[in-house]
């Protein structure tokens, strides 16, 4: 496998910048090509401001890597996936740096950002039997076998979390699709789906989702516009520098980082929302990964951050050792008083507080679990 020393970033083909080392191979360095700095926008505000000159990465938390371009990383399964793959063709993955990593990425992960030049695996195909996608999963993650991690990989699209999923595209848009781990229940996708059910009734903004084979829970991809063009996006750990492995997010943080970015109160609202709704229905998987936002041009051409659809919502009862990924008010056992707080906090008011945690409690039905 070559070695990368450069990258070019792109964004829909054009250029952003480039990606190299410092001399001691230890940190990834990066700088905006001129054009970009006049046409493009900060592809992470608080890391990477639009600006011209040389950007240095930090040691921590990503490995001497820079957090927006660690999103772009498979994480979880798809870095198993990965490990497995390139054992196969006799590479120890511990040694490559983060750009032979994001060079394997290449234009397939999530996302808008794409790396060239790219370091091609071995050529898989890609399937839309999901079943067969399920049981080779499964029999994977078991180490029963490890000849199907390339194909497993191809057809993810090097996506995140710890989940088995495939990606693929139909007449009504780009989908991704989840399937079970051996840990999780049969009915893993049935309960995905109900969650989401459940949110859109409580005002949460969720992307279009169905049942695929009346069992794999299936979610549009929000990195894709209708029309097919890519959306960067970025989550709330590379934004902030916050590692997955160290749970030290609060909401108070999720909060003022969506009014930072977004200028919108409605988006302050919605993040709001879904601290509420996490609480209540008992999903303590809501790590630092699992909030993203994205940037579009508005109506005047104007480059403009939003927060992304939920995503991940689901029951999740272990969480970090029995307590949420993210702290409320700085307790995992949050009173009315602290909910509050955080939004009072950020400037909303105490009765938009007290409504919104009203109509998501009354709204949960089946799904709740601690009443405020």
């Known amino acids: 496998m070559k070695i990368i020393d450069r990258l070019t970033v792109k964004f829909n083909g054009l250029e ?13 360095v990066f700088e ?3 054009r970009w700095l006049t046409e493009g926008f900060s592809i992470s505000p608080l890391e990477l401001p639009l600006k011209p000159g040389l950007f240095i990465a930090q ?5 001497g890597n820079f957090g927006v371009f660690e999103d772009s990383l498979p994480d979880g399964y798809g870095r198993y996936l990965l490990h497995k793959t390139l054992l196969k063709e006799g590479v120890d993955d511990k040694n490559l740096s983060a750009l032979d990593r994001l060079s394997i990425v290449g234009n397939s992960g999530m996302g808008a950002l794409t790396y060239e030049p790219v370091t091609a695996l071995s050529h898989e195909n890609d399937t839309l039997d999901f079943d067969l996608l399920q049981e080779k999963a499964l029999e994977v993650l078991k180490e029963q076998q490890d000849n199907d991690a390339g194909f497993l990989l191809y ?11 495939a990606i693929f595209a139909d007449e009504e848009g ?8 051996t840990y999780d229940p049969r009915d893993m996708g049935l309960q995905e789906y109900r969650y989401n059910e459940i949110a859109r009734k ?8 169905k049942l695929t084979n009346g069992k794999y829970f299936t979610t549009k991809r929000f990195d894709f516009t209708d029309s097919g063009e890519r959306v960067h996006m970025a989550t709330a750990g590379g934004l902030l520098g916050i590692s997955l492995s160290a749970p030290v997010l609060d909401y108070s943080n999720l909060l003022a980082l969506t009014g930072y970015l977004t200028q919108r109160q409605s988006d302050v609202e919605e993040m709001f929302r879904r601290m509420v709704f996490n609480y209540l229905t008992d999903n ?7 909030f993203s936002y994205i ?11 939003h927060l992304a659809p939920a995503y991940d919502l689901t029951l999740c009862t272990e969480g970090y050792n029995g307590q949420h990924a993210t702290s409320v008010n700085g307790t995992g056992k949050p009173t009315m008083q602290d909910f509050i707080a955080v939004g009072t906090k950020i400037k909303m008011k105490e009765s938009r507080c007290r409504g919104i945690i009203q109509q998501v409690q009354d709204n949960c039905g089946d799904l709740l679990r601690y009443r405020l």
């Open 32 to 34: 905006y090509g001129r």
């Open 295 to 305: 940037i579009q041009k508005d109506s005047n051409g104007k480059w403009q951050w």
């Open 59 to 63: 040691a921590e938390p990503f490995y």
């Open 174 to 181: 780009h989908w991704l699709i989840k399937f079970r781990h």
């Open 284 to 290: 303590k998987d809501d790590h630092c990964k699992n």
């Open 16 to 28: 952003v910048g480039t990606l190299s080392l410092t001399p001691d191979n230890r940190l990834c």
């Open 202 to 209: 409580c005002g949460i903004n969720v992307p279009d989702f």
């Open 155 to 165: 057809n993810s699209g090097n996506s995140g979390g710890c989940r088995p999923k």
